[in-house]
Structures are given as C-alpha cells and as structure tokens.
C-alpha cells in the first residue's frame, strides 16, 4: 500500500481515557512514520469532561468532528461523581450512547484471545483457557439500552427492550460471516426461555443460518453462557448477543485474556468507531498504572479497518514483544511494572524499527525501567 491519508478522530474521554489514548496515538504516529502515511488527529470532547465544558456529553461539534472523520479513536468515559449521583440530569454515558445512535454502529465486535505467555497470571486454569480465540459480536445500537425508560412514579421506574428483525438481522449477517471465515461455529447467547425479544432473535438466527450451511449454530441461555465461558471457553469460535448481554460477558471474558486493558473492540456500521471495552477506571486516573494495550489493540483494529494489515500486524507484534518481555503494567506484572506510558512508548519503538534499539536507549536516557 502507498501513501494513505487519513482523519482520526480522537475522544480521549474521562479517567484513565487521556492517559491511554494517548499511547494509541503515539503507536499510530510510530506506523505513520514508518510506513509513510499521513494520520491527522483531531481531538473533541466527550463525556464528564464535555459535560463539564460545555453541559452537553456529546457537543455538535464532537459529532460533526467524528462524522468527517474516516475514523474515531476512543478512550473511555465516565465519573464518579455522576455515577454516585442517580438524580444527575445529565450523564456522560448518555454521550457514548448518542454517539454510537448518531454513527449507526450497530456492531460491536470485541475479541477475546487467551496468550500462552499471560496464561501463568491468570486466575483460571491455564489448560481450560489455552487456545481460547473467540470472536463477540455485540449489538450495540438497540435493545434495553435504547428502549423508552422513565419513572412511573416515586417508587418505580421501567426500561424497555425492544428489537426488530431488521436489527437482528444485519448484525447476525455479519456474525455469520465472520464465522464461515473463522471456525464455522455460531454461538447465539440470549434469554429466550424468558424474553420476548430473544425468542425473535432465535427465529431471526434460525431463518438466516440456511444461507450460511457451513456454519454450525448453537444457542445458549445467557446464565448458563456466562459459566461455560469461564468453564470451558474454547468452544466458542462466534458469540452474537444482544446489547446488555454482550456487555457483561465481554467483561467476564476479559478474565480469560488476563486483564480488562487487555480488550479492544470495533464499533462498527455507518462509521468506524475503536475502543477499548474497559471504562475510564478512575481509581487509576493520573497514575499511570492503566494498561494501554486494550486502546493500542483497537488502533490496530482501525489500521485493519483501513486495509493496512501489514502495518496492523506490525502494532500486533509489539504488543506480542511487550507480552513476552514482561513490560506490562502493574496488574499483570506486580513485581517489576512499567508506566502506561512506557508500555506505550515500548511498542511504539517496537514499530518504528522493530528492535528493542530505541527503547534501550531511551531507557539510558530516562535512568529507569520500572516505577518502582
Ligand atoms: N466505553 C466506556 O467508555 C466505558 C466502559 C465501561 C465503563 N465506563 C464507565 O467507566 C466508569 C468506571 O466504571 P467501572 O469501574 O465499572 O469499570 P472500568 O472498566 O473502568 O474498571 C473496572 C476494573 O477493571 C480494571 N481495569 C479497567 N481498565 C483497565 C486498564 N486499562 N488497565 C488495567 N485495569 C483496568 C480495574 O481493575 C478496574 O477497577 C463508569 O463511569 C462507567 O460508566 C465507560
Ligand atoms: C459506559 C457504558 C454505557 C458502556 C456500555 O454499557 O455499553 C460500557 O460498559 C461499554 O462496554 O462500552
Ligand atoms: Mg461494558
């Protein structure tokens, strides 16, 4: 591939957002470098921070920014203080939820990867998780989270669920696809011994699989979804689910990985969107100790988005360097750890010559390795 341009839009967010956008970027310019092409970053507000700013989550110029863009990079949003405050009239979450409405990304595809070299700090059996490569397509544009929602009165309140086939149905295509081009297994995980809606997701999934013949279909009840994935991970190839379920076992599988900064996704439908699955862990807000991977993984997602898989694989192999030399942040490596920065900063070296070179030397230059 030649000389590309292109625009990156770039929502850093709330929390540790900032701190791990900014190593994404820096791995991006690492590949703009080397590759010769042209990233212009653009940043906009989104969140507590836009809320803060300007009183709106979403301000029209962030969604006019992310609209021209050819792509959005984003870190995570999300307050405590609006968290710890049910009666907030305006929340950031409100914000990402606009945000994924207004750009039509209806698919959230979320990868979950066991590597062999985390498996030792894992708190599941090594031999249950090894091997484990499994692909979640989450909806993300309707369901629980975008149904009508309110107060009755003082003492309750109501959130709908609503689907339509044509909802389930483009999602389920791409799902579909993906597992012909995979293991050729579908899982779709729902609640259909309960809910109206996942019993249509059923018949939707069920009407659509004689155009895939290729691909085996499995269906499980959510409950029992979330213990074989911890139990048994390895028998999932394709996972599609609803919004809210796809929600929580993203989480829970992020345990099979090693960490939740371990997790990318791509958001994905009229406009691209790349984001770490985690939020914006304001525990670990300012003090570096927030793993930078998840956001890095899904600007790798973004480069493969643009057809650069040469330069995605590049992103993927640093990564890899940094997984098996131990430069990784304190909640996968408590005894020697390394700053967000330094993991970001250790795989942007490892992109822009492919050695260990430039990070020796910016070592000697700093005068430490580790932040302890
Ligand atoms: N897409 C998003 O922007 C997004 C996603 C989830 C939650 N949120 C918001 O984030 C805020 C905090 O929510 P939460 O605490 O439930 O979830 P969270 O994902 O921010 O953090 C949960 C836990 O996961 C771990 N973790 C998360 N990111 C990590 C990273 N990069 N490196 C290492 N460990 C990491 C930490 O142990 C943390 O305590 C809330 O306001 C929530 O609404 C936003
Ligand atoms: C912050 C919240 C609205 C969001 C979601 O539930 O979709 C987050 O948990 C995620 O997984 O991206
Ligand atoms: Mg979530």
Not at 45 to 58: H, K, S
Not at 115 to 140: C, N, W
Request: charged share 20%.
């Amino acid at each position: 591939m030649g000389m590309v341009s292109k625009k990156i839009a770039v929502l850093a967010g709330d929390g540790i957002g900032p701190e791990v956008c900014r190593q994404a970027v820096k791995v991006l310019e690492a590949v703009a470098e080397r590759f010769g092409h042209d990233f212009r970053f653009a940043a906009y507000q989104m969140g507590a921070c836009a809320i803060d700013a300007t009183g709106n989550p979403l301000p029209d110029e962030t969604l006019a920014g992310c609209r021209e863009a050819d792509a959005v990079l984003l870190g995570a949003i999300g307050d405590p203080k609006y968290d710890n405050n049910p009666a907030a009239p305006v929340r950031p979450e409100q914000g990402l939820l606009r945000l994924r409405k207004e750009l039509g990304l209806f698919a959230n595809i979320r990868p979950v990867t066991a590597y062999d070299v985390l498996l030792p700090h894992s708190p599941l059996k090594a031999e249950r998780i090894q091997g484990t490569d499994m692909l979640i397509f989450r909806e993300l544009t309707g369901g629980i989270y975008f149904g009508e929602k309110g107060r009755r009165d003082a003492d309750s309140a109501y959130d709908n669920c609503t689907y339509s086939k044509p909802e389930i149905e483009r999602i389920a295509h791409l799902a579909f696809r993906a597992a012909e081009g995979r293991h050729q297994k579908l899982t779709l995980v729902d609640k259909a011994n309960v809910l109206e809606t996942s019993r249509l997701w059923r018949e939707v999934v069920q009407g659509l699989a004689a155009q895939y013949p290729t691909v085996a279909v499995d269906y499980l009840f959510v409950d029992n979804a979330a213990m074989q994935i911890i139990l048994n991970p390895k028998q999932f190839d394709v996972i599609l689910t609803e919004n809210m379920f796809g929600d929580i076992i993203s989480d829970e599988a992020s345990v099979i990985a090693g960490s939740l900064g371990l997790l990318p996704s791509a958001s994905i439908g009229e406009a691209a969107l790349f984001e770490p699955i985690h939020g914006s862990y304001p525990q670990a807000a300012g003090k570096g100790i927030a793993n930078p991977i998840a956001t890095i993984l899904s600007a790798a997602m973004m480069l493969e988005h643009f057809g650069m898989n040469d330069e995605a694989a590049l992103v993927r192999e640093g990564v890899d360097e940094a997984l098996h030399n131990n430069i990784l942040t304190p909640e996968l490596n408590p005894k020697a750890p390394y700053t967000t920065e330094q993991v970001g900063s250790y795989i942007a070296f490892w992109v822009r010559d492919s050695s260990e070179q430039q990070w020796n030397a910016h070592n000697v230059a700093i005068g430490s390795s580790t932040i302890i």
